[in-house]
């Protein structure tokens, strides 16, 4: 017959793999480019703020079971190429802009917290989808301020306008633009050209 002692090893050896199994379960892991949003339970903020949440990056957390739901933001950047066609300038002149961005979700305060809010639940390519359709908008807005010869004649501070627009627009969503690049602006109407041989004629006059 086997000895109490026996049973009693046995006992808390699955005491022992049954908390290991309990704490393999409720144990999170956040991976270097993942943004952990665990959602249940009111966290209280060191400014005095109750929020819905609680965030981990680059670390671990211990979810509570059966209150605590986790989920996960991806941080790797996210290409975006815009190609608007008949955007209207200050002039009324249609023109074609090519457009790039690298953009990702930033778990820096208070960026994380809006991505939390407002990117939860969504795929890359959701967030991709919201991304662009940020970027072109504040674009149309970029180019309808500007003649056309303004916008070619320094894109440096068309881009540093659209950055600064854009940015403001991204961040109410969590995101953050680590580059916009303007690839190329066309003028199928031909009035970039016109306005060139207008000032040719000007400075070589006959």
């Not at 003649?147 to 600064?164: I, N």
Request: charged share 25%; net charge negative.
């Amino acid at each position: 017959m086997p000895s109490p002692a026996l049973f009693l090893v046995v006992a808390l050896a699955l005491a022992v793999l049954a908390a290991l199994w309990l704490l393999r379960r409720l144990l999170c892991v956040a991976g270097p480019a993942e943004l952990l949003v665990l959602t249940g339970r009111i966290e209280r903020r060191a400014s005095g703020e109750l929020v819905g949440y609680r965030l981990v990056r680059g670390g671990r957390a211990l979810r509570l079971p059966w209150i605590e739901r986790v989920d996960s933001l991806d941080l790797h950047p996210i290409e975006i190429e815009i190609e608007e066609r008949n955007l209207l300038s200050h002039d009324f002149v249609p023109l074609g802009v090519t457009l790039r961005a690298l953009v990702r979700v930033s778990p820096e305060p208070p960026f994380a917290d809006a991505a939390a809010e407002c990117l939860l639940g969504k795929i890359r390519e959701e967030i991709a989808i919201l991304a662009e359709r940020v970027l072109a908008g504040e674009l149309r807005h970029v180019v309808a301020a500007l003649r056309p010869e303004e916008l070619v004649a320094d894109t440096a501070q068309v881009m540093q306008v659209l950055a600064g627009r854009a940015g403001e627009a991204l961040a109410r969503l969590g995101l953050v633009a680590d580059t916009i690049t303007l690839k190329s602006i066309t003028d199928d109407a031909g009035y970039l050209e016109a306005v060139a041989r207008a000032r040719g004629s000007e400075a070589n006059p006959s």
